[in-house]
């Protein structure tokens, strides 16, 4: 395994085997001491408008094949339970049922083609569409299908073979060289002028549906988080222990108007979003009149320690729906440790986004509580089946 780690200035390398430092825009700077993005055949000259994409070409046409490479960022990483980078026997766990490791998705409030518009420069996606066009014109439905939908990964983040991650490259650099051929950047600010990083954070989705890359989501954890965050986490935590659960409600839903952006993955906030997941599922119990909840007997961090297991019984069943053992296994689970069919549900919206894939959990659960003659859970869960139709 070797992931690289994006990087333009000195940080602290997480103490990880199996990551190497790759200095981007190597060529625009002073040398920091890393793997450097400007020898061998390279783009490095062109960081300011590629951004990290400068160390992935460096990777595509420089560095060794391994069963097992990818990139994330200097302060970016994809974590494990512990919020510490996932190590090589982690990320092989995973790869040895996946193809693919990804960011966790965004469900956006805008079409990905409004939220482009929005923050960048519309006559980017225009070009990209003419690329694609000209070069791959196979992707065309899934280009357009995926613009107009509300979901996207972030970060240019990703971790695969070397293999999947060439022709992943070869298939990109195409498109944006393309599009490079025919950009007139004139009225563009410094931030719009990383144009074609921002074009492949929506470029790698496609490529990655359009190839049907068995790929499996990740958490991501910002390290050197900002202060203030960090500092309305503990709040959250503090409060949740004491059980002010009032004022924990009150500071999350202040919270939600005045930093909505705490509450975006993308800004490595895993701590405070599970905090925040406590108290949503507390608020539901409540106004549901649920008998016994989630904060009962547990202090904040074994109720993020429940969400996270309930969230590997899911992944679990997500890799293999046809074994029953992930559904008996979760349901004892939710027997021994007395979790409510709300807290549940609400812990499966978080981490099965698809209807299908919800539906087919249920079911199977309802099948699971009738066959050892629960009626009550057996209704409960039917319930939530047809709920997803």
């Known amino acids: 395994m070797n992931i690289y780690i994006m990087t333009h200035r000195k940080y602290t390398p997480p103490e990880v085997e199996g990551y190497t430092s790759l200095q981007v825009g190597a060529a625009l700077g ?11 055949e390279n783009i490095s000259q062109k960081n300011r408008n590629y951004s990290e994409l400068t160390g992935l070409y460096w990777m595509w046409k420089n ?9 994330v960022h200097y302060r970016r990483y994809f974590v494990n339970r512990d919020e510490k980078p996932v190590n090589e026997a982690e990320v092989r766990r995973i790869m040895g049922s996946h193809q693919a490791i990804l ?3 965004l469900m956006l409030e805008s079409t990905v083609r409004e939220q482009y518009v929005e923050n960048h420069m519309a006559k980017d996606l225009v070009l990209a569409e003419e690329a694609i066009r000209k070069i791959s014109p196979e992707y065309l439905p899934t280009f357009e299908a995926f613009m ?8 240019n983040m990703i971790i695969t073979s070397s293999d999947i991650l060439d022709c992943y490259c070869e298939w990109l650099f195409a498109i944006l060289f393309e599009v490079e051929s025919h950009m007139d950047m004139t009225g563009y600010d410094d931030y719009n002028k990383r144009v074609y990083g921002f074009l492949s954070e929506r470029l790698l989705t496609v490529w990655i549906l359009h190839n ?5 989501e990740s958490d991501v954890s910002l390290f050197g988080a900002k202060s203030d965050a960090m500092e309305a986490c503990w709040d959250l ?3 949740i222990n004491s059980d002010d659960m009032d004022g924990a409600i009150k500071c999350y839903e202040k919270l939600k108007v005045s930093h909505p952006d705490y509450f975006q993955l993308s800004n490595g906030t895993v701590h405070f979003i599970n905090y925040c997941f406590v108290i949503q599922i507390y608020e539901l119990e409540k106004s549901l009149h649920v008998v016994r909840r989630i904060y009962e007997g547990r202090d904040a961090d074994a109720m993020v320690d429940l969400i996270y297991q309930i969230r590997d019984f899911l992944l679990e069943f997500l890799q293999d ?4 053992k992930a559904i008996k296994d979760l349901i004892q689970y939710i027997k021994d440790e007395s979790v409510s069919a709300v807290a549940l549900a609400f812990i499966v919206s978080q981490y099965l986004p698809d209807k299908v894939q919800r539906m087919l959990l249920y079911s199977n659960m309802a099948e699971q509580f009738m066959a050892e003659g629960d009626n009550e859970n057996t209704m409960v869960y039917a319930n939530l089946a047809i709920q997803q139709q």
Do not use: S, V
Not at 63 to 71: D, N, R, S, Y
Not at 212 to 216: E, L, P, Q, V, Y
């Open 148 to 155: 107009n939908g509300k979901r996207m990964h972030f970060a």
């Open 321 to 324: 729906t046809g074994d029953d």
């Open 63 to 71: 560095a060794p094949k391994t069963e097992i490479t990818g990139l």
């Open 103 to 105: 960011t966790p998705e």
């Open 30 to 40: 002073e040398d920091l001491g890393y793997q450097r993005d400007d020898e061998g």
């Open 237 to 239: 935590k503090r409060m």
């Open 212 to 216: 049907r890359i068995d790929f499996i």
